[in-house]
């Protein structure tokens, strides 16, 4: 089993920025690809990015030049960096890791941006 703890979230104005972190614990052994869902009220959860165990990187499109997400495999933490935040960056955002064929979830942490 693997445990993830995300923190960071808050309130921010618009074009204001957060760091999101997302720490692993338990059976973190062969973890490989970690990253950031979000899931705003009404819509789906979507992808916001990922990182693999060699760094590589994969964003969706609106954050883009905004976001830039990280790993630190030393302190089995995953982040986020969210800068120029707009409104509908405003969701629920969590933390995933995929280890051996299952994918664990983090509870979530809450980013609201304000215009």
């Known amino acids: 089993q693997v445990q993830l703890v995300e923190s960071g979230g808050g309130l921010v104005q618009t074009g204001g920025s957060l760091r999101l972190s997302c720490a692993a614990s338990g059976s973190i052994f062969s973890i490989n690809t970690m990253g950031w869902y979000r899931q705003a009220p009404g819509k789906q959860r979507e992808l916001v990015a990922t990182i693999t165990g060699g760094g590589s990187t994969n964003y969706e499109d609106s954050v883009k030049g905004r976001f830039t997400i990280s790993r630190d495999n030393a302190k089995n933490t995953v982040y986020l960096q969210m800068n120029s935040l707009k409104p509908e960056d405003t969701a629920v955002y969590y933390c995933?890791?995929?280890?051996?064929?299952?994918?664990?979830w983090g509870q979530g942490t809450q980013v609201t941006v304000s215009s």
């Open positions: 995933l890791a995929f280890r051996l064929g299952t994918s664990y």
